[in-house]
């Protein structure tokens, strides 16, 4: 167990420190090339988001143990389908639904509503930070900007929900009887780490181009991540959570 954790951090260290380590060693105009639309970065994101679903789902198909809501019970972990079915989601939106490879139009509706004219939601002007006047939206607006409920989520699955279970133990107690999948709090470091590094990393390139590749980047990090907290659940699903934390 010690030494599958010391690969994960391993990697999952290596990994950031190579993509962002490109933003210095890398010209201006291979970085934008990478994360284009359809790019590099934003394929493999893709792929990651994808092998993620695909874990979570084939873990929601073989559990045994479901969730105690106290009203009702389950006979399987439907935690694991919904995440399945959010990193499926999550990957279609990431390649516009294949509307780009497979050249289909945009619906008129789905075209007035979306910032691009594309087929996806995250780029809808009710999602944007940005009003209709182009001006940044109010604080409260913003709680519907795509980014920030992104942010909102990684923020307490991978981070307070753990660090709540491992330090009040009656909370770690309601998380094993709904059965809901605990993030071990060293590999949810890494999402706080992948989301500073990319601020940093915004005060030294400043340009409005450059600032999209960090974007792109960060959003794949992401992914690897969550795909590597897929794997590590897929990897030790025959143990309690509280071991995994």
Same mark, same amino acid.
């Given at each position: 167990?010690?030494?599958?954790?010391?690969?994960?951090?391993?990697?999952?260290?290596? !990994?950031?420190?190579?993509?962002?380590? *490109?933003?210095?060693? +890398?010209?201006? =105009?291979?970085? #934008? !090339?990478?994360?284009? =639309?359809?790019?590099? #970065? %934003?394929?493999?994101?893709?792929?990651?988001?994808?092998?993620?679903?695909?874990?979570?789902?084939?873990?929601?198909?073989? *559990?045994?143990?479901?969730?105690?809501?106290?009203?009702?019970?389950?006979?399987?972990?439907?935690?694991?389908?919904?995440?399945? @079915?959010?990193?499926?989601?999550?990957?279609?939106? %990431?390649? *516009?639904?294949?509307?780009?490879?497979?050249?289909?139009?945009?619906?008129?509706?789905?075209?007035?509503?979306?910032?691009?004219?594309?087929?996806?939601?995250?780029?809808?002007?009710?999602?944007?930070? +940005?009003?209709?006047?182009?001006?940044?939206?109010?604080?409260?607006?913003?709680? @519907?900007?795509?980014?920030?409920?992104?942010?909102?989520?990684?923020? +307490?699955?991978?981070?307070?929900?753990?660090?709540?279970?491992?330090?009040?133990?009656?909370?770690?107690?309601?998380?094993?009887?709904?059965?809901?999948?605990?993030?071990?709090?060293?590999?949810?470091?890494?999402? +706080?780490?992948?989301?500073?590094?990319?601020?940093? @990393? %915004?005060?030294?390139?400043?340009?409005?181009?450059?600032?999209?590749?960090?974007? =792109?980047?960060? =959003?794949?990090?992401?992914?690897?991540?969550?795909? @590597? #907290?897929?794997?590590?659940?897929?990897?030790?699903?025959?143990?309690?959570?509280?071991?995994?934390?």
């Amino acid at each position: 167990m010690k030494l599958k954790i010391l690969f994960y951090i391993t990697f999952s260290f290596l !990994f950031l420190l190579l993509t962002y380590g *490109s933003f210095f060693s +890398l010209s201006s =105009e291979k970085l #934008v !090339f990478l994360a284009r =639309e359809d790019g590099a #970065v %934003e394929t493999i994101g893709a792929i990651f988001f994808f092998g993620c679903s695909l874990l979570f789902l084939w873990l929601f198909i073989q *559990s045994k143990q479901g969730n105690n809501f106290h009203f009702f019970r389950t006979r399987k972990n439907f935690f694991w389908l919904i995440l399945g @079915l959010l990193f499926f989601f999550a990957f279609g939106e %990431e390649l *516009s639904w294949g509307q780009r490879i497979f050249h289909y139009s945009t619906p008129q509706v789905m075209k007035d509503a979306n910032i691009q004219d594309e087929l996806n939601l995250h780029n809808l002007k009710i999602f944007h930070g +940005l009003d209709s006047s182009g001006q940044r939206k109010s604080f409260v607006e913003l709680f @519907l900007n795509i980014d920030r409920l992104f942010s909102v989520f990684w923020l +307490l699955f991978c981070l307070i929900c753990p660090f709540m279970a491992k330090v009040f133990s009656r909370i770690s107690g309601w998380f094993q009887r709904i059965n809901l999948p605990l993030v071990p709090l060293w590999l949810g470091m890494f999402f +706080l780490l992948n989301y500073l590094l990319s601020k940093i @990393l %915004e005060l030294f390139f400043t340009q409005d181009i450059l600032l999209s590749a960090i974007t =792109e980047f960060k =959003e794949t990090n992401f992914a690897l991540l969550f795909f @590597l #907290v897929s794997l590590w659940f897929f990897q030790n699903r025959r143990q309690n959570n509280t071991l995994l934390i």
